[in-house]
Antibody, heavy 123, light 110 residues
Framework: QLQLHESGPGRVKPSGSLSLSCTVS??????????WGWVRQPPGKGLEWIGS????????LFNPSLKSRVTISVDTAKNQFYLTLRSVSAADTAVYYC??????????????WGQGTVVTVSS | QSLLTQPPSVSGVPGQRVTISCSGS????????VNWYQHVPGKSPKLLII???VLPSDVSDRFSGSKSGTSAALAISGLQSEDEAEYYC???????????FGTGTKVTVL
């Protein structure tokens, strides 16, 4: 049974970069064609999709509001995928979730989620 | 500012049926499948509905989804205290070329 687990620094300084990893356990990322992605929830606000990458890494999609600051990559040999968000500010403080889609179509939704990791942008 | 609009809150007594609306447009709900998620504070979101009205195997049949035009809805029948959570609709948006979540609806069991 696949499980996801986020990891990374809990605090990032303003103007710095936020880097998170998501480790897939209980199976291989190559077991099927899925989108692996990131979603966040700022304090007191709703869920926001950040971006997603397909299993083989050849296609990635991003929220236009974040696209200029986001990189998502995948390392199937390590069964991990990653998020980098540059030039962060207090507005990027949030719980960050990694997730996997039901199918190879992003619009089909995320059926598997990590437990979430809190990232605070503060000096 | 989300492209999918939901009521901020909905409430009901145990056993009641409540409905949550999700209003979108031709570029999202009107042309793509709608998903629904349940998000209990401190936990990970849970996928409740896929393809507008399909329940994943691990979801109670007290939940049901529907869609008409550019609006979708999630119904919870036989409301239980464990249903207290935030609920989000979501869909692919052709104009944004991305996945969008609704504004979220807090369900309170009185």
């Amino acid at each position: 049974q696949l499980q996801l687990h986020e990891s990374g620094p809990g605090r990032v300084k303003p103007s710095g970069s936020l880097s998170l990893s998501c480790t897939v356990s209980g199976g291989s990322m190559n077991s099927g064609r899925y989108y692996w992605g990131w979603v966040r929830q700022p304090p007191g606000k709703g869920l926001e999709w950040i971006g997603s990458i397909i299993s083989d890494g050849v296609n990635s999609l991003f929220n236009p509001s974040l696209k200029s600051r986001v990189t998502i990559s995948v390392d199937t040999a390590k069964n991990q995928f990653y998020l980098t968000l540059r030039s962060v500010s207090a507005a990027d403080t949030a719980v960050y979730y990694c997730g996997k889609t039901v199918t190879g179509t992003l619009g089909d939704g995320f059926d598997l989620w990590g437990q979430g990791t809190v990232v605070t942008v503060s000096s | 500012q989300s492209l999918l609009t939901q009521p901020p809150s909905v409430s009901g007594v145990p056993g009641q049926r409540v409905t949550i609306s999700c209003s979108g447009s031709d570029s999202n709900v009107g042309s793509s499948a709608v998903n629904w998620y349940q998000h209990v504070p401190g936990k990970s979101p849970k996928l409740l509905i896929i393809y507008d009205d399909v329940l994943p195997s691990d979801v109670s049949d007290r939940f049901s989804g529907s869609k008409s035009g550019t609006s979708a809805a999630l119904a919870i029948s036989g409301l239980q205290s464990e249903d207290e959570a935030e609920y989000y609709c979501a869909s692919w948006d052709d104009s944004l070329y991305g996945y969008v979540f609704g504004t979220g609806t807090k369900v309170t069991v009185l």
